[in-house]
Nanobody, 123 residues
């Protein structure tokens, strides 16, 4: 059974950076598309970024383009989300997810979710 475990969340000041990691176990990581979603206080869960199985295709929400970068290391079964120039509105629980395609993840076609990691950006 595939399990996704996120780490790297925390408290950071506006303008700062954080890198989230998600380690997958129990499945065939290197053929799955991976993605990040977030759910802010009082908001619905929303798509943040996704990456294809070989890293050749990436998609980003407009709100994070130019600030966040998704990447993956198939040898380590790990997907990353580098977050720069963080804003208070980026405060949310960030979830890792996998699915059949990166484009599909952008359309909320998700197979599995991680448990989430909290990111708090102070002003």
């Amino acid at each position: 059974q595939v399990q996704l475990v996120e780490s790297g969340g925390g408290l950071v000041q506006a303008g700062g950076s954080l890198e989230l990691s998600c380690v997958a176990s129990g499945g065939v990581f290197d053929i799955a598309a991976m993605g990040w979603f977030r759910q802010g206080p009082g908001k619905e869960r929303e798509f943040v970024a996704s990456i294809s199985w070989n890293g050749g295709h990436t998609y980003y929400a407009d709100s994070v383009k130019g600030r966040f970068t998704i990447s993956r290391d198939n040898a380590k079964n790990t997907v990353y989300l580098q977050m720069n120039s963080l804003k208070p509105e980026d405060t949310a629980v960030y979830y890792c997810a996998d699915g059949p395609t990166a484009w599909g993840l952008q359309q909320n076609s998700v197979d599995r979710w991680g448990q989430g990691t909290q990111v708090t950006v102070s002003s």
